[in-house]
């Protein structure tokens, strides 16, 4: 599937991704990976006697990074895409290993450049769980190809 121009996207419309589950094996690469090997994601004695969520629960930065391989599946993205320019971050809820996610993204700003073939996109992406509880908020800026 191509991906989608500036003008395929519709203010307003919320499209959705498929879901996946949060699994061991993602906290345990993502502290490979980052360096963060706090205990509130590491150790499952300290979560359960110390943490406020009494059980490990996922790195925070998992979701935006698990949220932006869930839109390029979608396939909105591939190839017309140019730049990932802003992105806020906000955690209403922590992730806990073993929910079933998926990512909401609603366009809040679709704006052409001065110069041909490209705009700014604007978004609100959300992280939501299998029970709808929104995870995690974001707010990306993207420079999108456009057909003008």
Known sequence: MAGWYLEDFELGKTYKSIARTITETDVVNFAGLSGDFNPLHMDEVYATNVSIFHKRIAHGMIGPVIMTGMS??????????????????????????????????????????????????????NLVDQDGKVITECKWTLMQMARE
């Open 72 to 125: 390029n599946q979608t396939g909105m993205f591939e190839g017309t895409t140019i730049a990932f320019l802003e992105l806020s971050i906000k955690y209403p809820a922590p992730l806990e290993i073993g929910a079933t996610v998926h990512l909401e993204m609603t366009p809040t700003e679709i704006k052409h450049s001065s110069k041909p073939g490209k705009g700014i996109l604007k978004m609100d992406a």
